[in-house]
């Protein structure tokens, strides 16, 4: 099998390629592997999930199962972005993939968060009630919805990029290299 080319910017130590990850198994099958793992083992998700489960009863119903809709998209799109990026320049280490799907879902998430927040009226409930009764300034409730956001997008996307780029990606070293060193 011929050796792949090394793309630039990925030469290790002495000359020799750097490791490149490469999937695991088939194309779509370990990243939608990882998309329900991830999906599924999300705080945010399994927490809302079982409330809705035992009372589906709420003030606001559309806001509770869009949270549970969101987690998986947000999944979604941290997972197309990382495939976006290692078509171009494929990954050398786990922390490339790491940081490439925290930063994509975390912005989902918390963009989709903040959508559903306001639209359904969740926020709006919450933050500016909270604002007549304490008389807090409109920075406060500001604030506050960021800070609403930044805690949901955290519980819900921090541990899966690490699963992600555990499921889908291995290291293999690119065969020039493998042949000096044997």
Do not use: C, K
Request: hydrophobic share 55%; aromatic share 8%.
């Amino acid at each position: 099998m011929p050796s792949l080319p090394v793309p630039p910017g990925v030469q290790g130590m002495g000359g020799l390629p750097r490791a490149t990850l490469e999937r695991r198994g088939a194309r779509w099958l370990s990243p939608l592997l990882a998309l329900v793992v991830t999906s599924l083992t999300s705080p945010t998700l399994l927490v809302t999930g079982a409330l809705l489960a035992r009372d589906a009863r709420s003030d606001h119903p559309a806001f509770w199962a869009g949270l549970v809709a969101l987690v998986p998209l947000g999944n979604l799109m941290a997972a197309l972005a990382v495939n976006a990026v290692h078509a171009r320049h494929p990954f050398t280490s786990r922390l490339q993939v790491v940081a490439v799907y925290a930063m994509a879902s975390l912005f989902a998430g918390g963009i989709g968060f903040t959508w559903l927040g306001w639209e359904t009226g969740f926020m709006a409930d919450v933050l500016l009630s909270a604002r007549t009764a304490a008389g807090l300034p409109g920075l406060a409730v500001l604030l506050a919805s960021l800070g609403m956001t930044a805690a949901f997008s955290v519980l819900s996307f921090a541990h899966a990029g690490v699963l992600h780029a555990w499921l889908v990606f291995s290291t293999r070293l690119p065969a020039a290299a493998a042949s000096r060193l044997s």
